[in-house]
């Protein structure tokens, strides 16, 4: 029998299961594979019943013989080692020129790894980030892929065809780079969502215990959000859980226990910009917001001993809820102006060649953090490739110094009555430091020097030359190497 496959599917999960129908929806050919057999039974027996050609396949062997040349396997497992095992699966039945597509939330350092190895055998090989969760998957993500160069024609027109489109029809899928290129931008999206989500929760803390604000009013006020510059997804989400109401009529969102959780994608782009050297500052904040969260016994505990301000919201609370709306839009520049900010350092490490531009439209649509907003970044990049801060575009800039006083009072006030804004703060903190010419950093290098005789630089002296005082008149002159770590 002739092979008639486009593609195969390893990994019948929901996300694996939807991508499989979206493929199938847009004429390709699927060939589906599980581990677990019987799920491939389940799935053609299930949602891919009366689909012919949705092709189920009950063995690696079967996988490889019912597709067409060069044979092309997309994974949908689990990170980690279980990646690692299935290439190994899959290596005996491949011929040079095969492609394999790993689509699960990989390290981006194992896809580099992964990328290497299957080149070397003659193979092809792509890590592909793939955003919008469930639905996203059925109706049309967004798509990241990067490895292996040759391998984005073999992959273009299926994954530009099932992925979302921006409101002028644009894939929101293009080719990101070589490497762990792909996953290193889903990997900062995901960190980016991190941040979105703390500053919209923080927000929302504010309204609740700072203005008392009900829950049917804050679902107006999101409401209203979503209708202007903060219209998105998660702004979207966030009215819906607002106004939602189980059977008895109680409020859902009110009996959800206030414990986070994370998978890791949040840490590991914390680990790359402290590895970076770049200040991915809310992001970390709002990881290690959910780290506090999670300390749900020993919060309770101490609320019972440690006292803080008791201070009721008095005032104009339509024009505080206004101050944090801006405050909102403000963190929310900084986080992605932070994130575009790692990814250029990564791109000129690993030499991926980022287009700042693309990566935008490819977060347009369909994916967590997909919002009107990312059409601005895309429009400050376009205009500037080579802009270095996104708060340097004239756009961003303008919103900035609008929202700056009311983001300040936002933050004031959320400090008085004892409520923890970590994600407003700490973006705050980075624009003052981000715009001040001068930091304290020259008394920290005078320290570094006094104890460990690490030297320091002038600025009566070229840049380059580095300098060591013997402060006591003890230590000697001998300076410690330099370095940056």
């Known amino acids: 029998m002739e092979p008639k496959g486009d593609i195969a599917l390893i990994g019948l999960a929901v996300m694996g299961q939807n991508l499989s ?172 969502e991190y941040g979105d989500m703390q500053l919209i929760c923080e927000a929302y803390q504010l309204m609740k215990e700072g203005a008392g604000m009900s829950n049917q009013e804050m679902h107006e006020t999101f409401a209203a959000w979503n209708k202007g510059e903060l219209d998105s997804y998660l702004i979207e989400i966030t009215r819906d859980i607002l106004g939602y109401r189980d059977s008895s009529g109680e409020y859902v969102v009110d009996k959800i226990l206030d414990k986070a959780g994370q998978k890791g994608t949040g840490k590991w782009t914390v680990i790359a910009s402290l590895d970076a050297g770049t200040p991915l500052t809310l992001v970390t904040e709002a990881v290690l917001a959910r780290s506090l969260s999670a300390l749900k016994d020993a919060r309770v505990a101490a609320s019972k001993v440690l006292s803080g301000p008791q201070a009721k919201f008095t005032g104009d609370r339509q024009a505080f809820v206004e101050d944090i709306r801006r405050a909102l839009l403000a963190s929310k520049i900084v986080s992605y102006a932070q994130g575009f900010m790692l990814m250029r350092e990564a791109s000129k490490e690993y030499k991926w060649d980022l287009n700042f531009g693309n990566v935008a439209m490819v977060w347009r649509g369909g994916c967590i953090i997909r919002s009107v907003f990312l059409g601005k970044i895309k429009e400050a990049f376009d205009k500037n490739p080579n802009l270095d801060n996104l708060l340097l575009d004239d756009y961003f800039r303008g919103v900035v110094e609008n929202c700056q006083a009311a983001w300040r009072r936002a933050v004031i006030r959320a400090v008085e009555m004892g409520i923890p804004v970590p994600a407003f703060t700490t973006a705050l903190s980075f624009f003052d430091g981000y715009r001040s010419h001068r930091l304290p950093a020259n008394l920290l290098q005078a320290q570094r020097d006094y104890f460990g005789a690490h030297t320091y630089e002038r600025v009566d002296q070229p840049r380059g030359q580095w300098f060591h005082t013997n402060w006591t008149g003890k230590g000697g002159d001998v300076s410690a190497s330099t370095y940056t770590a």
């Open 21 to 192: 129908l979206n493929m199938n929806d847009h004429g390709y050919t699927v060939v589906a594979h599980n581990r677990t057999v019987s799920k491939v039974d389940d799935f053609l027996n299930g949602a891919a019943k009366g689909r012919d050609t949705i092709l189920g396949a009950k063995s690696i062997e079967e996988v490889f013989s019912l597709l067409k040349r060069p044979r092309k396997v997309m994974l949908m497992v689990k990170a980690g080692k279980a990646v690692d095992d299935f290439i190994e699966l899959l290596l005996p039945h491949m011929l040079p020129g095969d492609l394999v597509i790993d689509g699960g939330n990989s390290n981006f350092q194992d896809t580099i790894r992964r990328t290497k190895y299957l080149e070397s055998k003659g193979f092809l090989y792509v890590g592909t980030g793939v955003s919008g969760g469930e639905e996203g998957a059925r109706t049309g993500p967004s798509i990241m892929p990067g490895g292996s160069h040759k391998a984005w024609p073999l992959v273009k027109d299926i994954f530009q065809a099932i992925c979302a489109k921006t409101p002028a029809g644009e894939p929101c899928c293009d080719w990101i780079g070589e490497g762990g290129a792909g996953h290193f931008v889903k990997m900062v999206h995901n960190g980016i």
